[in-house]
């Protein structure tokens, strides 16, 4: 050791951050927490003649990853002394961050023979971790050992290259082998150059590459390289798409997600942290994630092969977003090549190195292709470690002549009791779109899902239990029409999929109030130029014309409550060209919850108190029950059926709520069945629409008794706001509540108060005086009660204090609850009495000891001493006797050291000095 830190050990330890490179020892250092280190391990003296080649070959690593690199330099030494005068360094890596062992290879000449010594100085930063060091060899190199070698795989190819320090003059030859075989003992394949394409390679296999120079065939070769792991990608086996292609990645999306060298893949999943949180999909519940935690990111997901026409302008659209702000930026890149793995032959389309925005953004992409034929989008993260998470959700590919629709397999039951457990598969192009669909219940049920023309369409008949006789199935196109149908058989001859030029809205929804509606629907993958929708009381029937609009949401008022309606919307292509009508779908406006209350509000499900409940789904509306209450006779519960998992609401009566004023809510909650979702809101309307974005507590409920919450909740403004209970319960489970509680809580307001605060003053002191005694009386008046006002002296001196000779700013602030409600403040100016001193103020008064350590005493010659008071040098009185005599001692033992200010009150004179204290 040169300095602090822990020094070099040799050891046979090993774990995920230390351990040999091979064979069963190693060499180790660790930073120190505090002092990072300085730390030598020097080897033997060795013999090197001048004028020779010689190579360093030794293997390191780190213990840690990018956040935390540590430093090691290499010098060699004539004395094996630990400091780096008189050396000549070789190698130097100060930002050694990788975990896993790399190779170094140096080659250096002496310019004297003699002996030398390898000095390996190990300099970290504080905290950084542990370098491992291993397999060291000096050697005389006769044929150049190659370095720095690369293998970029394929599916069955990897092309491979290596550098070197002369050119050997029968070249170089490579082998790849399984990994773990150790280093290879025959010859290998003969290849000129620095670089090959090793061929017939196996798919998704692990390869370890070496490379060694032959300087002359038969009789001299080089060192192999280092081992070079490297993996195939897999092979691909999904069928091309046509266009417009769509993927949000909610099935088999088909798309590879390639395992990096280092660090993490994309992973596809449902991760969902809530609104604000740190990831969550764009719209559905699948998206691709990516974690850059731990090392920089260099990780790719490859699409599906899509099939691309030539010359014609393709538009790529995907919504993308970071976890985090503007300091930790993500970094993403996609490319496009016919290559379904990353490639030189890739072209970069999109690139964004600041991705910062923690909600969805939409990149909008246009490019072309050379020719005709199957094409793979490349995305790939590039982001510095440990900067959070970057996600991408719903791309869609198209050009401007592609027309996606919506298909519908709709399923029948003729006897209206549903399949009996029977079930059917549909497949596009061999891709399962529903597998082990069923009717639970009812007649007739359907299931949209998009195709685009040139889709192939197909069917499987599962079965699976009796009345299969009562089921039937049938297929519509974009327009309603029935283009296949079976009753028990599949559909093995392909349905070929032809899309309409103006393709209907899909995906519409009515998201209905008490008087409002509003609708909202998707477009596949291009907008038509608007859309016209119309809302008109149910049974009216398709409508000719509808109201124009440019979005792809209408919001509709002026509807009557408890009344049912219908909706209509469809596309408007080019002048006079319209799509079908979507719709029409039914709804039935919500009633008007109870009138407004003020707090405290506590409701127990006694009695009605016109909560009202939305199911969005069938069959699984709130209900007052009396199975489970938490006491009394009633409760409230989502009701539940066996055929379809709930999406239900519950909103109370209107509450009068005041803004900025902070009310308590609480209620008893529990489930019947396990993992039940149970979330609480809160808003201005009462219904799913506005409420579904006001949540301020949610959990998976798994409780067979009750439990409690207790949420806090403060308005931005004064009004009506209404309590929202939404279960989505799966179903056979159940949400039950009781006992609704709120109230205001907080300070409340502060009384009106008023200081009678004193008017500058004036005071006069004898000459040669410090200051004088000052007294001055301030008070406050409140309205109504004063419990919990104070007056706090904030700055100056209190009453009776001795104020000194100059201006001295008095501040008194009034207090309730920790709040200043009002302050006084006014000037004390102490002034010299103008005239001449008392000279003879010696012979009156005196006083001994100065300094003082026990008692001081203090005689007038003349007056008899009425009061003495001793103040601090904060002006605060410590001390005060009444001697009534001419000669006084003041006991000043407890007092701690300092400087004292003592005031002497006769009938006639008023007398201050000074007095230290040891």
């Not at 931005?716 to 006992?739: C, E, P, Q, R």
Request: hydrophobic share 35%; with cysteine; glycine share 8%.
């Amino acid at each position: 050791m040169s300095g602090p830190g822990t020094p070099w050990e040799f050891s046979d330890e090993t774990s995920t951050i230390y351990g040999p490179s091979q064979g069963q020892y190693y060499a180790r250092a660790q930073s120190d927490f505090e002092n990072g280190g300085a730390a030598w391990l020097i080897s033997k003296g060795i013999n090197i003649e001048a004028g020779h080649t010689i190579a360093l070959d030794f293997d390191y690593r780190s213990s840690l990853n990018t956040l935390f690199p540590v430093k090691l330099k290499v010098v060699l030494k004539q004395q094996p002394i630990p400091v780096l005068d008189n050396s000549t360094e070789l190698w130097v890596n100060e930002n050694i961050q990788i975990s896993t062992y790399q190779n170094a290879h140096k080659t250096f000449e002496v310019s004297e023979t003699g002996t030398y010594y390898l000095a390996f100085y190990f300099y970290p930063d504080p905290n950084m971790g542990y370098i491992s060091l291993d397999n060291i060899n000096l050697y005389e190199e006769l044929c150049p050992k190659p370095v720095n070698v690369k293998a970029i795989p394929g599916q069955t190819t990897a092309n491979i290259s290596w550098e070197s320090a002369s050119t050997p003059g029968a070249g170089f030859e490579y082998v790849i082998k399984t990994p773990g075989s150790g280093i290879p003992t025959g010859s290998g394949i003969p290849v000129q150059g620095l670089s090959t394409t090793a061929e017939d390679l196996q798919p998704a296999t692990q390869y370890e590459l070496y490379v060694r120079s032959v300087c002359t065939a038969g009789s001299l070769y080089g060192k192999w390289s280092s081992p070079v792991t490297f993996k195939t990608y897999p092979a691909t086996t999904a069928a091309p798409v046509n266009l417009p292609y769509n993927e949000s990645f909610e099935g088999d999306s088909r798309w590879t997600l390639l395992e990096p060298t280092v660090g993490k893949p994309w992973v596809k999943g449902d991760f969902d942290s809530g609104p604000g949180g740190l990831y969550g999909p764009s719209d559905g519940k699948n998206y691709l994630m990516h974690d850059d935690s731990e090392n920089v990111s260099d990780a790719w997901v490859i699409s599906r092969g899509i099939n691309l026409p030539a010359g014609k302008e393709i538009t790529l659209q995907f919504d993308y977003r970071s976890s985090q702000d503007e300091y930790y930026p993500q970094k993403m890149k996609v490319v496009v090549s016919k290559d379904p793995f990353p490639s030189a032959n890739s072209v970069e389309i999109w690139n964004n190195d600041f991705i910062q925005s923690t909600t969805y953004n939409t990149a909008n992409v246009t490019f072309t292709v050379p020719d005709n034929g199957v094409y793979y989008l490349g995305y790939q993260a590039y982001s510095d470690a440990n900067y959070g998470f970057v996600m991408f959700d719903n791309v869609k590919v198209s050009d401007k002549e592609s027309s996606p629709c919506e298909y519908i397999l709709r399923l029948k039951d003729a006897e209206g009791d549903g399949w009996n457990n029977n079930t059917m598969n549909l497949y596009v192009n061999g891709d399962a779109v529903f597998t082990d669909l069923t009717l639970p219940i009812g007649d007739v049920l359907d299931f949209p899902f998009k195709i685009n023309s040139g889709d192939a369409i197909t069917t499987v008949w599962n079965g699976g239990s009796h009345s299969g006789f009562e089921t039937s199935y049938e297929i519509l196109d974009s327009n309603g029409n029935i283009v296949g149908s079976e009753t028990e058989q599949s559909i093995s001859i392909p349905i070929i999929a032809s899309c309409p030029n103006c393709a209907k809205p899909s995906n519409l929804k009515a998201n209905y109030g008490q008087t409002t509606v509003d609708l909202t629907w998707d477009f596949l993958t291009q907008s038509a130029t608007s859309y016209e929708y119309v809302v008109q009381p149910a049974g009216t029937g398709t409508p000719s014309s509808g109201t124009t609009i440019n979005n792809v949401q209408a919001h509709v008022e002026d509807l009557a409550p408890e009344t049912n309606y219908e909706a209509y919307v469809r596309s408007s292509c080019a002048e006079n060209e319209f799509s079908s009508w979507a719709g029409p779908i039914y709804f039935k406006t919500l009633p008007n919850p109870g009138t407004a209350v003020n707090l405290p509000y506590k409701y127990g499900f006694e009695t009605d108190d016109q909560w009202i409940t939305q199911s969005i789904t069938r069959n699984n509306q709130w209900e007052i029950n009396s199975t489970y209450p938490v006491e009394g006779e009633f409760h409230a519960i989502q009701n539940f059926n066996y055929y379809f998992d709930a999406n239900s609401w519950f909103f109370s009566r209107g509450l009068n709520l005041q803004g900025g004023k902070e009310i308590l809510i609480k209620f008893k909650y529990r489930s019947l069945g396990n993992n039940v979702p149970l979330s609480f809101s809160i808003a201005d309307k009462a219904y799913a629409f506005v409420q579904k974005n006001n949540i301020i507590w949610s959990k998976n409920v798994s409780n067979e008794k009750y439990d409690e919450a207790i949420l806090s909740f403060t308005p931005s403004s004064s009004g009506v706001y209404y309590l929202g209970f939404n279960s989505l319960a799966a179903k056979g489970t159940s949400a039950l509540i009781d006992d609704v509680q709120v109230y205001l809580v907080g300070l409340p307001d502060p009384p009106q108060c008023e200081y009678t605060c004193p008017e500058n003053m004036t005071v006069y002191t004898n000459p040669g005086n410090i200051g004088a005694v000052v007294d001055y009386n301030l008070t406050f008046a409140c309205d109504g009660n004063s419990n919990g006002v104070f007056s706090v002296l904030a700055q100056g001196l209190p009453s009776g204090a001795i104020f000194p000779v100059g201006e001295t700013t008095v501040k008194h602030n009034l207090i309730f609850n920790g709040q200043v409600i009002d302050t006084c403040s006014f000037v004390v100016k102490v002034e010299e009495r103008l005239g001449t001193a008392d000279n003879s103020k010696d012979q009156e008064l005196q006083y001994y000891p100065n300094p003082v350590v026990d008692n001081l005493t203090v005689k007038m010659n003349g007056d008899t001493i009425e009061n003495i008071a001793v103040y601090n040098f904060a002006g605060s009185m410590v001390k005060s006797e009444q001697p009534k005599a001419k000669t006084a001692n003041i006991d000043m033992r407890n007092l701690p050291s300092g400087v004292y200010i003592v005031n002497i009150r006769t009938a006639s004179n008023v007398k201050s000095f000074k007095v230290i204290k040891k």
